[in-house]
């Protein structure tokens, strides 16, 4: 068994181009969740409507990546202003139902007969990145230390997202530490409170929304852009779920939460996938018990078990405060 | 105190006009079901004065007061605050007006720091616009001159040694003195509190009535929901009663509770219904 190989695939997979992607989309999930106490179990639409805004540009209309991009950011836009225009008035449980919703209903439009012509239905578009990779200043080869090595695409893509996740992780912390911000934390304490204070409650809590769902745009173009395609069926409901999952492990409000949450969530991931198949290959786990096919599931079983185990011990996630999550809970 | 007090004051009448009246209500309505929960014909407050507004469970003290300040949407009726109508408007345009309110139940910001839970409620923020929220130097100026005020504040009502600590760790009597301190720090003209006293210790309590007095000697007007009758005779300058959600009875605490209206609608009741919890003081006081 080649531990050296599960360590590098683990480390390949903490710091590569999707940790990042998870990065930023969970960054904009924690403003929404985390800070503002709105729950939006749907943020895999705003990175459904983001890498399709770039694409159906590219693709569908022959306009340029960076037009493109301005779609998808307008796409999120509207997307956060007819969820929330509705939902934000009413108690936090109508906007999770209207998200988690839209967010499948979204996926089925975009793989539908209906809008093949535009969005390529079930077989989705492909290569509109190639302006993106045009502007790598990286000589094709691997590069790397140790047995972590990347192609020079992916490493374009890494540079770019993590550059992405520090630019908005220093705006992020500039406005939660803002009087804006403090408007923002109160809202998710006690929104009647604020409002008995003179705050317009429902323009803070749009402002939040459309941020967060430019933020999941922004992870959903370039997880586009890194695979050089969008399906449908990569933005299943479960993107969401594993948002959260990694928002919770790192601590939700916390600016650097996510970021953490991300790297470990897909380290531990590849390494446990990494682990089992060698541990099959190498014939220490017999075959019959768990076959290489199964790895898939079993990791995230096993990851369902870590998570429990972190809710119990641990719930307030690795950066986040257990005194303050105790008095969260009113 | 105040010469309301002592001078010849407004007539003991339910909806007398009162000189220099800040709040004025007019056939202010509410029904749940067919019952009219709250139906007030005309309520006058006066300007630098503190009103009680009692009753027995029930009377629409708290429904009037989520109506006033928008909570809760009447049937009918208007109501102007310094001459402005704030009838249809929002929570939050209605207290920027200056009619500031606080809750029966405190609703303290639990992971926000006692600090922060003062400079929330500091009228318009430069730094509260998204807009500016990111350039620092917009709103430093204007941040600095809240917390020096907020500071004062949390001296004046002895939180000061909690600044810096989560409002989620503060005791009842502690949050009730915040609540009041964060009405404040949004400078308002007058105060609905919502059963300030209610869950408070005595001396605690004692302590509360000494501040809400002082405010009102510094022009603060005040307006309150109680039901204990002793604390209302002791603090208020004018007493306001409801009951089966209509004003029964107006008038000076020295009065009102020999007005024969007051006997019946209020306290009459504890003899009728011995077990109604709540419309007798002395119960109430010996939990």
Known sequence: MDFSAVLADAIRSGIGPIAAVFAIAAMGLNLHFGYTGLLNFGQVGFMLVGGYGLAITVVTWGGSMWLGILVGLASALVLALLLGLPTLRLRADYLAIATIAAGETLRIFYRSGWAEPTTGGVFGLQRFAGDFYALNPMPPGRYGLWEVRFGARDLWVMLVGWTLVLVIGLLLALLVHSPWGRVIRSVREDE????????????????????????????????AIQVQSVNPDSFDPAVTFFLYTLLVLGGAGRILGPVVGSVLFWFVLTFVDSALRQAIGAGIVPSDVISTSEVGAVRFALVGLALILLVAFRPQG????????LLGDR | MTADRTGPGPAPEPGVRKPGALLVLDGVRRCFGGIAAVHVEHLEVQRGTITALIGPNGAGKTTLFNLVSGFDRPDGGRWTFAG?????????????????????LTRTLARLTVLENLLLAA?????????????????????????????????????????????????????????????LMARPQMLLLDEPMAGVNPA??????????????????????????????????????????????EGPPATIGRNPDVVDAYLGRRHDEPEADGADPRRRKGR
Request: proline share 2%; hydrophobic share 45%; charged share 25%.
């Open chain 2, 204 to 249: 605690l309590a004692q302590s509360l009535l000494g501040h809400i007095t002082q405010l009102r000697d510094e022009g603060l007007t005040v307006c309150f929901v109680e039901h204990d009758m002793d604390v209302v005779m002791g603090v208020s300058d004018w007493v306001a009663v409801m009951a089966g959600g209509r004003l029964v009875a």
């Open chain 2, 123 to 183: 009228p318009a923020q430069r730094g509260e616009r998204l807009s500016a929220a990111l350039f620092a130097p917009v709103w430093r100026g204007q941040e600095r001159a809240h917390r020096a005020r907020a500071d004062e504040l949390l001296v004046r009502f002895r939180l000061d040694r909690l600044r810096d600590e989560y409002a989620g760790t503060l005791s009842g009597g502690q949050r009730k003195l915040l609540e009041l301190a964060r009405a």
């Open chain 1, 192 to 223: 009647t409170a604020v409002r008995s204070l003179g705050k317009n409650v429902y323009a803070y809590k749009m402002q939040s929304l459309v941020i967060g769902g430019l933020l999941g745009a922004v992870a959903g173009m370039l997880q």
């Open chain 1, 318 to 325: 690795i950066l986040g405060s257990r005194k303050e999550m």
């Open chain 2, 84 to 104: 402005r109508r704030l009838d249809g408007r929002s929570p939050h345009r209605i207290a920027r007006s200056g009619l500031v309110r606080t809750f029966q």
